[in-house]
């Protein structure tokens, strides 16, 4: 089977004839079907996360259940799964208060192998290391079972793949992290594929106004198209609190930014009510520094908080994503941009990072 491998940081991935070691015990082997191309894969291929190398990027995606290994319960052959990259043993502290994403079960194997510590993907008989330990940009990977959740069969591959990540990380920030309350005033800051999301997520809550905010304008006309009823252009407005507090009065109630840099954050709580719950759901690279008002978090109530995967808990929120897809509640093919064939996978990212597209989708045979 081929896959793309990333070598060395800030080089091209390289699709390469690979070799697949069977599933072992408590692992199962999936035929790839679909995989998005995510910001997060940047992260990691320009050594933003460093990473052991090489490895193959990729973890937002769906696939055919090929193989069970022994011990296999939750799944079995033919079976459509989506990938979770979260692990969740079931067992820590963590996995036990429903806090999944916090998993911390599994922190003794070594990051990019399985969890006995070694690696299923070879080329020419060097171990290859997967993101997340999925490694979702292959035709075929084997994973631990508890990373695959397994969902209705009518569900599109390339809509499934994107339950993943994106729409589960901006759904979930709003509906499962901030939980917020009909009615509520919620910016969003950046509108990529999370933030569209986090778009939607503030409609299914019965969000009053939501304030897209970015710095392109064929992204805040697309955020439009997902229920924004406000955008905010922050490249060309000088003042984008004023321009908030224009819009939502005191400000908004609730802030959730998909980007996380230092100029975002500070925005994400400046634009904010008294009282106001500001949200990172963006992964910044881990030396990047954001500043608040101390005096204005305590004499104005205001709340910072950081979600990592939308809180989400993958076995019960990926059906009733799907399930919300299928009922025509969320609308995931707005957010396909662009497919490619696993050979296009650099043009993916290159136009990713342009700001061409709301999602690729890298789609397998």
């Not at 259940?65 to 459509?80: F, N, Q, R, Y």
Request: hydrophobic content about 40%; aromatic content about 6%.
């Amino acid at each position: 089977m081929k896959a793309a491998i990333l070598f060395k940081p800030n080089e091209p991935l390289q699709v390469l004839d690979c070799e697949l070691d069977p599933p072992k015990a408590l692992e199962v082997r999936v035929k790839m079907k679909a995989a998005g191309v995510c910001q997060s894969d940047w992260h990691v291929m320009n050594g933003d996360w460093p990473s052991p190398m090489p490895i193959v990027p990729g973890h937002e995606a769906a696939g055919e259940i090929l193989e069970c290994g022994a011990g296999v319960t939750t799944v079995k052959p033919g079976d459509h799964v989506i990938f979770s990259f979260r692990p969740h043993c079931g067992r820590c502290r963590y996995c036990s208060q429903g806090r999944t994403v916090l998993c911390i079960g599994r922190s003794g194997s070594p990051p990019g192998a399985l969890y006995d510590g070694t690696l299923r993907i070879k080329h020419k008989g060097q171990g290859i290391n997967q993101m997340a330990r999925i490694g979702t940009f292959a035709e075929e990977v084997v994973v631990p079972e508890e990373m695959v959740v397994p969902i209705r069969k009518d569900m599109p591959w390339a809509q499934a793949a994107l339950v993943g990540c994106c729409v589960a990380t901006g759904v979930g920030a709003v509906t499962r992290h901030a939980k917020i309350e009909a009615g509520s005033t919620v910016l969003v800051i950046g509108c990529g594929g999370v933030g569209l999301n986090a778009i939607q997520g503030a409609v299914l809550s019965g969000a009053g106004k939501i304030i897209a905010a970015d710095i392109l304008d064929n992204k805040l006309e697309m955020a439009k198209t997902f229920g924004a009823t406000h955008t905010i252009n922050t490249a060309t407005d000088n003042d984008p609190v004023k321009k908030v507090k224009e819009i939502a009065g005191l400000g908004v109630d609730y802030s959730f930014d998909a980007v996380s840099n230092d100029k975002t954050q500070a925005l994400a709580f400046d634009a904010l009510a008294p009282g106001g719950h500001a949200v990172a759901v963006g992964i910044s690279a881990p030396t990047v520094r954001a500043s608040y008002s101390p005096f204005m978090m305590v004499f104005s109530e205001k709340t910072v908080s950081g979600t990592f995967y939308g809180s989400v808990r993958p076995d019960l929120d990926f059906p009733v994503l799907v399930d919300h897809y299928m009922n025509k509640r969320l609308n995931i093919d707005g957010l396909i941009s662009r497919t490619y064939k696993l050979d296009e996978i650099n043009d993916g990212f290159k136009r990713m990072m342009a700001g061409e597209v709301a999602r690729g989708v890298v789609v397998f045979d």
